[in-house]
């Protein structure tokens, strides 16, 4: 079974991103923060980690870059949640090593598909 | 509690996203929180970017979660603030008072937004005004004038045609505009007018500073009113031919060549891949998808303007440990079951005293251990309901900034100790009594500025709020430097309202006349005026919660209100104590010592009072036996052990037969299961299963004093 790290401040959203993926048959870890997110995932290995982008301590841009310095995440899709989706978002992004971005809001079905084009 | 406004629309994908509500709730109110406690504290002229961050951040998280799940009036009010606050943590504007002012107030609407969605039955927050004074906030003074720009058609006669419940509509989800090209991109701006006049209709925002290289205008829009609809609205400002609805719900999309990322077939708008990023897959950079592309053909300029001010956020420390909410019947139910299990344990332990431990060695072993455990397992489950007194405190700053607004006053709060732990069910109980006190003191207490001017004091006055711990009390002080109370005025007044006020009294007496029922001192003595109002109330709520309250003033100088509390309800450590064939139990954090009583130590003074001296200190005795009327039936005996009790800055030796032991007893209420008796504060099941009752020994050094 693919695992998932989960990392978003709010509760609410990280209740609701993880109940979809637990339905859609993912094993879901949940992360509070970037920093949180970090040390889980070096405790352990995922098959995607779906990420919340403004969080405090450290930033969904900022754990990226923290985890493709890692061998173990070199091709681990990371994909990031974010509000806004301008250019200057996707650049940073992109330099950071994400593998994608997913726009919030977006629904349940959304958030499946997605994840379906990135865990094989 | 009537049905959430949120109906079963709310149903996606089969994952019925109403069950995340409640969470949802208590963290957007969380927020709301913590965003007003910001604002009040942030100080306009040298704002941290720290703090322009959390506060941010706050408004940020209470939008995604109300987008996410359909609550549209209140997306579009954060979407708005967070729009100013960005520009603020950016520096492109500096912050100002009225700002503060404003986003306080958008606070209140979305908690009012927020309590309407959880089914308080209010009408629908009218925030038109606040969503106007924002967006007026954000173009800044020097941007007002371009502004005349707007439609010939900005008629707003359309709104009607929008449904008229701001409740959290289904259907939300987020659409990309596409306007243009047009001959004049002003034209575009008008778009922000509908979203404007038209309540309910979510937010618009520009997409990439609204400006693309191709003369296209993009523009985000959360809603929840169809398609159709929408761009009919749209028409009255572009013409149907420039405008192109399309599914954001995209929303997504990947850097071709980053690790993981699909092939390309994946070129819906909204989501992407990064090429060349780890993981994405081989093929992808091909046929990039019509988003990416421009991301990366408009390179770093942007990005490298803009990107230092964002760093910082991460800073921004907020450490939020992971924590599990639960309800708070489930915890009392387990408060519940420990008080049971103590009560078990206490009575496995008489009972396991009468066995032979050499003989049933492993018995004794397992009793000590159960013992161990019941004790640590009981701190385990007290310690959950425990919160901090910042939970109380942290209303008062707004309310004595609004208070002390209205008044014309200057106050300032000061607080100390907002760490100190106090029960839930405490925390809930005091919050009324200690508005009331606050609100008292700036009221009444607290004189104009300019009458403190003249009395030589600061223009600025200073409500003190200090919570501590001391013994198994919490201490809550309320404290002002204001007028203060006048003893001859309050004697007076006392009298001419029927109550019983000798010259005698001492000065704590005599303050302590303002919560005598009836002593409304409302068109009074102008030093006094309203001091008494509801003081009676807060009097009798403290004293419900087994607290007491006392008053210190110094006329000219202020005064101080000290509220001192127990700190749980439902489990303490006692003493037993054994009267004639009774037990009492005394709350061992008021036990001083205990010694037994010699001849000649007891002195009677005054006819009937009688005194012990305790290392040259003559203190009160108090026979439990005659206060109890214990009926004795071995005469052989008498009560010759003197317990040295502390309550109330008083202490007292209370004479008692023997000491029977130390022991944690779980508080039953005496006056929910019989009645108030005087002296006794409450009562509790021995092991034997007999019932004792708890010392009231507040009341006895009261007793004492009379």
């Not at chain 2, 200073?462 to 005025?489: C, F, M, P, W, Y």
């Not at chain 2, 003559?618 to 439990?624: L, Q």
Request: charged share 25%; net charge negative; aromatic share 4%.
């Amino acid at each position: 079974m693919h695992s998932i790290l989960a990392v978003d401040d709010s509760a609410s959203m990280r209740q609701m991103v993880s109940f979809t993926l637990k339905n859609a048959g993912f094993n879901v870890v949940e992360a509070v923060d970037g920093q949180d997110a970090y040390e889980k995932a070096n405790s352990r290995d995922f098959n995607l980690v779906l990420t919340d982008q403004n969080m405090p301590r450290m930033d969904g841009i900022s754990l990226t870059r923290r985890l493709r310095e890692n061998p173990k995440f070199k091709s681990t899709p990371i994909l990031i949640l974010t509000t806004e989706s301008s250019d200057q978002m996707k650049q940073a992004g992109r330099a950071a090593g994400a593998t994608g971005w997913l726009v919030k809001p977006f629904d349940p079905t959304k958030l499946i598909e997605v994840i379906g084009k990135v865990i094989r | 509690m009537g049905e959430q406004t949120h109906n079963s629309a709310s149903l996606n994908a089969g994952i019925d996203l109403s069950q995340f509500f409640q969470v949802f709730f208590e963290e957007a109110g969380e927020n709301l929180e913590q965003m007003e406690q910001m604002l009040l504290a942030i100080d306009v002229e040298a704002a941290g970017d720290e703090e322009l961050n959390a506060i941010f951040r706050c408004a940020h998280s209470v939008k995604g979660g109300a987008a996410t799940f359909g609550f549209t009036d209140v997306a579009e009010l954060t979407h708005q603030m967070e729009t100013l606050l960005d520009k603020l943590r950016r520096h492109e504007l500096a912050p100002t008072a009225a700002m503060v002012d404003v986003l306080l107030e958008s606070g209140d609407a979305l908690k009012a937004q927020l309590a309407r969605h959880q089914g308080n039955g209010a009408e629908p927050i009218e925030t038109a005004e606040l969503l106007d004074a924002i967006r007026a906030l954000v173009e800044g003074p020097a941007a007002a004038p371009p502004r005349a720009a707007p439609a010939p058609a900005a008629a707003a006669p359309t709104a009607p045609t929008a449904p008229a419940t701001p409740a959290a509509r289904p259907g939300t989800r987020a659409r990309v505009l596409t306007v243009g090209p047009l001959q004049d991109p002003q034209q575009a701006e008008a778009l922000f007018e509908l979203f404007r006049e038209i309540p309910d209709l979510g937010s618009i925002d520009a997409v990439d500073g609204g400006q693309a290289a191709d003369g296209l205008r993009r523009f985000r829009i959360i809603t929840a009113t169809p398609d159709a609809e929408l761009l009919d609205l749209c028409t009255f400002h572009v013409a149907r031919e420039h405008l192109r609805l399309e599914d954001a719900g995209a929303g997504y999309g990947f850097f071709p060549g980053s690790p993981g990322a699909p092939a390309p077939a994946a070129a819906d708008p909204g989501y992407g891949f990064f090429d060349d990023a780890p993981g994405a897959p081989a093929a992808a950079a091909a046929a990039a998808s019509p988003v990416p592309a421009p991301a990366a053909a408009t390179p770093a300029p942007v990005a490298a303007t803009r990107t230092a001010a964002p760093k910082a956020e991460k800073a921004a420390a907020n450490p939020e440990s992971s924590t599990l909410r639960v309800s708070v019947e489930k915890v009392d139910q387990l408060i519940n079951l420990v008080g049971e299990l103590v009560i078990t344990q206490a009575m496995l332990a008489q009972n396991g005293k009468g066995v032979d431990s050499a003989l049933y060695q492993q018995l004794s072993a397992g009793l000590a251990d159960l013992e161990r455990n019941t004790r640590d397992l009981q701190e385990a489950v007290m310690s959950i309901r425990m919160i901090p007194m910042s939970m109380v405190f942290n209303r008062f700053p707004r309310m004595l900034r609004d208070l002390a607004g209205k008044l014309g006053k200057k106050v300032e709060l000061v607080t100390q100790g907002e760490a100190t732990e106090l029960d839930k069910g405490l925390v809930e109980k005091i919050t009324d009594p200690l508005t009331h006190l606050v609100r008292n003191s700036c009221d009444h207490g607290i004189e104009l500025p300019a009458e403190r001017a003249a009395k030589g004091k600061p223009e600025t006055g200073t409500v003190t709020l200090v919570a501590s711990h001391q013994g198994g009390s919490i201490v809550i002080e309320v404290r002002d430097d204001g007028r203060g109370l006048n003893r001859a005025k309050l004697i007076a007044k006392a009298r001419e309202r029927g109550i019983d006020a000798p010259d005698s009294m001492s000065d704590q007496e005599a303050f302590a006349l303002i919560f005598a029922p009836g002593f409304s001192t409302a068109e009074a003595v102008t030093d006094v005026s309203g001091r008494g109002v509801g003081m009676d109330v807060v009097k009798r709520n403290i004293t419900a919660l087994g607290g007491t309250v006392e008053i210190d003033s110094a006329e000219g100088y202020g005064m101080t209100v000290r509220v001192r509390l127990p700190l749980t309800l439902a489990i303490m450590d006692g003493m037993s104590v054994g009267v004639g064939e009774e037990c009492y139990i005394l709350p061992l954090s008021s036990v001083v010592e205990s010694f037994q009583v010699r001849e000649g130590m007891v002195k009677t003074i005054g006819g009937s009072g009688r005194v012990v001296e305790v290392r040259d200190e003559f203190m009160p005795v108090i026979d439990i036996e005659r206060v109890f009327d214990v009926p004795r039936f071995d005469f052989e005996r008498v009560s010759n052990i003197m317990v040295v009790v502390e309550a109330e800055g008083g202490r007292v030796a209370l004479l008692v037969d023997e000491l029977l032991g130390q022991q944690q007893v779980v508080v039953k209420n005496l006056e929910a299961n019989y009645r108030k008796v005087d002296d006794v504060s409450g009562a509790t099941i021995l092991g034997d299963g007999r019932v004792a009752l708890i010392l009231d020994i507040g009341a006895l050094v009261r007793r004492s004093r009379h």
